[in-house]
């Protein structure tokens, strides 16, 4: 077992890069993705262990809330969490800090990955998004130092009472967005999409893909399409895509990335 272990959910790669990046710093460290479940639960051995996940819908991405009852985490381990978010930090980290009782924790805001809902420019407060990702790297180095001389947050995660009913909501509306996925002429078959979705959602029939309602919006689909061939609504063709530039499709369909 790794010294350190960080839970990662990633959608379109902030927190997988910002992890990575702690993981540098620490040296030793399992990166263990929550896109679905995660292969590994008993982290017993860790002396450090962090969450890194984005605020989608106001709270926690995908099932990360259900994996989080599965993890198992020394009493003496020192713990820490970021949430990153376009423009709020939502109840995420409270939910995790009610579990685990974190040590440590910051927000971060960073490009908004939702595309049928902003155009991922728009943060808040607004900053260009090199200014963004360059903001992710210090800090990312100033939390290394925090983790490594062992600080303690003075207050715990906010409960952001609205961001939970928000949260709440949340999935029957990514459902009901699901319906709304097309793909276009552009589509090379590639089956990246399929690979790439941690529900199982997309299926080929005839050589392209075709999109179910079990869907936890994590975009990674369509902001990672190598053709931009996935649609969901007019907004997002006329759109700009993103993904962290850091990340790669097949890094996000890893389940545990080991960083020496
Ligand atoms: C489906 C979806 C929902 C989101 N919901 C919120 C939200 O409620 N509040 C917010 O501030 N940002 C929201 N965001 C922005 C993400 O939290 C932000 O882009 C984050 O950096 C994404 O991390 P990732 O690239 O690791 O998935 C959302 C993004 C997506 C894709």
């Not at 991405?61 to 599965?70: I, K």
């Not at 809902?117 to 939390?143: C, D, G, I, N, Y």
């Not at 969901?232 to 545990?256: C, D, F, G, Q, W």
Request: charged share 20%; aromatic share 8%; with cysteine.
């Amino acid at each position: 077992m790794s010294k350190n272990v960080i839970f990662c959910y990633s959608g379109s790669g902030n927190c997988l890069d910002f992890a990575k990046n702690i993981a540098k710093g620490l040296g030793d460290t399992d990166i263990i993705m929550m896109r679905k479940a995660p292969v590994k639960t008993d982290v017993r051995d860790a002396e450090r262990v962090g969450f890194i996940v984005p605020c989608y819908g106001g709270g926690l991405p995908g099932d990360v809330e259900s994996f989080l009852g599965s993890i198992r985490i020394s009493p003496d381990a020192y713990t820490f969490a970021v949430g990153q978010y376009a423009g709020y930090l939502g109840c995420g980290l409270h939910k995790i800090d009610k579990q685990f009782k974190l040590d440590l924790w910051t927000g971060l805001s960073h490009q908004c990955s939702c595309i049928w809902l902003f155009p991922h420019q728009l943060m808040l407060p607004p900053v260009t998004p090199k200014m963004a990702q360059k903001r992710s790297e210090r800090m990312a180095k100033r939390l290394v130092k925090s983790i490594l001389a062992g600080e303690k947050s003075k207050k715990a995660p906010p409960k952001m009472g609205l961001n939970a009913l928000e949260s709440k909501v949340w999935p029957k509306l990514a459902v009901g967005k699901a319906k709304k996925f097309a793909v276009t002429d552009a589509c090379i078959g590639c089956h990246q999409c399929e690979k790439l979705c941690p529900k199982g959602n997309i299926r080929f029939v005839d050589g392209k893909p075709t999109f179910g309602t079990n869907c936890i919006q994590c975009l990674s689909c369509l902001q990672y399409c190598p053709k931009e061939a996935i649609t969901l609504t007019e907004k997002s063709v006329k759109r700009e895509h993103y993904h962290n530039p850091n990340v790669s499709a097949a890094e996000l369909m890893e389940s545990i990335i080991h960083i020496y």
